[in-house]
């Protein structure tokens, strides 16, 4: 169990460009969620998925936000023709029940220039 | 609706100094958890405890200790004998019943410590 991975690190990409990150939960972990952390501020919930079904949506996730789990295991989330406000950094987290213990990624921070 | 407020942005001690770090919730749901989380300089989330609403036992790991009140609606963090490696960002979170919120966590806004040497 090598933990919660996210996929890249970094990322810097011109205004209008599409990015895709990549998350990597516990493997015995079925749900998982996405969050955006701003500079000098907490995690906000994007988005969660329960094996591959996504379950609920935040209203911060626009329509140039989608996410998936196709299998139940990974998942990516695709931000199309980016803009300056979505630059922070993006967190990965899974869980067991609703209620255990979430366990974050290291996150991929974002900057769109 | 759910909120959480850390209302000291930043606090600066001296190593060796106890520090108690502020967290007060609001929620409509009698079945809850809270939540601390530590975020260091790398950014990773480090989970530090979770508690939930029928326990109020007051809980203590090292130098870490919590006090959880219902009645004020608050979950407190004190370090005890901080050191220089205490130095994070702290998150107080919350989660409602699935049914309500989806198990969502709502964080406050973190409190910046530092530890001097």
């Known amino acids: 169990d090598t933990g919660v991975s996210q996929d890249p690190r970094h990322k810097i990409t011109k205004r209008g460009q599409n990015v895709t990150f990549r998350c990597d939960p516990i493997?015995?972990?079925?749900?998982l969620y996405w969050y955006r952390q701003t500079l000098g501020q907490g995690p906000e919930f994007l988005t969660y998925?329960?094996?591959?079904?996504?379950?609920?949506k935040s209203r911060l996730l626009s329509n140039r936000f989608s996410a998936e789990r196709p299998k139940g295991s990974f998942s990516t989330l695709e931000i199309q023709r980016t803009e300056q406000g979505d630059s922070a950094m993006y967190l990965c987290?899974?869980?067991?029940?609703?209620?255990?213990?979430?366990?974050f990624g290291s996150g991929t921070r974002l900057t769109v220039v | 609706a759910q909120k959480v407020t850390q209302a000291q942005t930043e606090i600066s001690v001296v190593e060796k100094e106890d520090v108690t770090l502020d967290c007060v919730y609001e929620?409509?749901?009698?079945?809850?958890?809270l939540f601390w989380y530590k975020q260091p300089p790398s950014g990773e989330l480090v989970f530090l405890i979770r508690?939930?609403?029928?326990?109020?036992q007051n809980e203590i790991s090292g130098r870490y200790s919590w006090n959880f009140q219902k009645s004020t609606s608050s979950f407190n963090f004190t370090i005890t004998a901080s050191q220089v490696v205490d130095s994070a960002v702290y998150f107080c979170?919350?989660?409602?019943?699935?049914?309500?919120?989806?198990?969502?966590?709502?964080f406050g806004e973190g409190t910046q410590l530092t530890v001097n040497p």
């Open positions: 987290a899974s869980s067991w029940t609703s209620f255990a213990g979430y366990t």
């Open positions: 979170a919350l989660s409602e019943a699935e049914e309500t919120s989806g198990s969502r966590l709502t």
């Open positions: 998925f329960q094996n591959e079904a996504q379950l609920e």
């Open positions: 929620t409509r749901d009698t079945t809850y958890y």
């Open positions: 493997s015995e972990h079925n749900r």
């Open positions: 508690r939930n609403s029928f326990d109020e």
